[in-house]
């Protein structure tokens, strides 16, 4: 199915399969486009990344990149580029998203690079956490962003 993606999720070397397919059917459910950024941490047909998109995955627009550098130099809207990270300063209720914006998301056990975070600090954006956790699981992470931002669009008013 093609349309024009209302958001564009991007996953910086991820590693876990479950979260990519759980973060796959959740764009679909969302019109996103979901980028994955190699070197990922599983096989495109793994078992485990079809089990968690479901049926899914068909459904799927995606796009894979050799690089963060590739994804950058094809990357339209860098000025639209949010790096999420709980590194950064301005959580995401700080900000007013745009059709089209793009967000980019770490490995599980990393998080997104820290030069990568420092270069873009006026577009590092962080969930706010209340209790004594390092971070949200990344699934969990990628459906807030994009529950936050399709709400401040008043995406579906119905």
Known sequence: ?????LFHVILVEPEIPNNTGNIGRTC?????KLHLVKPLGFEINDKQLRRSGLDYWPHLEWQVHESLKEWQEQ?????????FSTKA???????????????VFGKETKGLPEDLIYSNLDQAVKIPMLGPIRSYNLANSVAV????ASRQLQVNKG
């Open 145 to 148: 962003a994009l529950f936050e």
């Open 28 to 32: 679909v459910g969302m019109q996103s």
């Open 89 to 103: 300063k301005k959580t995401i209720y700080e900000l007013e998203f745009q059709r089209g914006d793009q967000f």
């Open 75 to 83: 990357s339209k809207t860098p000025s639209r580029t949010f790096y």
């Open 1 to 5: 199915m093609q349309y024009e993606p």
